[in-house]
């Protein structure tokens, strides 16, 4: 069975959101969970999209999820896998992982 290619996004901004204090910064955690994706899903593909709040989107959909953040419905950096809400403020790899495994990706 071929794995479909996941979508993952990252809503973020440069500034670490007031509650997150000693968390990675947005940037960070998209390169970190890029980095951890690759090394623990080998060949398996996804997108990843680090999508800035604080910058125009062109999205209607994004642009409605950075609202919401902006709006502190959400903290940040957010992570959606395919519209499911994985993760938001402090960024855990389990969760993640559990997410990515349900749309069939089958760890190295």
Excluded at 24 to 29: C, Y
Excluded at 32 to 48: E, N, V
Excluded at 71 to 83: G, K, R, T, W
Aim: charged share 25%; with cysteine; aromatic share 12%.
């Amino acid at each position: 069975m071929e794995t479909q290619k996941v979508k993952i996004e990252i809503y973020g901004a440069d500034i670490i959101c007031a509650s997150c204090v000693n968390a990675p910064s947005s940037k960070d955690t998209y390169e970190w969970l890029q980095a951890a994706i690759s090394r623990k899903y080998p060949g398996q593909p996804f997108d990843i999209d680090y999508i800035d709040i604080e910058q125009d989107i062109a999205d209607p959909k994004q642009k409605s999820i950075a609202e919401q953040v902006l709006n502190d419905e959400y903290f940040y950096p957010l992570v959606i896998i395919e519209d499911e809400v994985v993760g938001e403020g402090y960024i855990q790899l389990k969760p993640v992982f559990n997410e990515l495994e349900k749309h069939g990706f089958i760890p190295a």
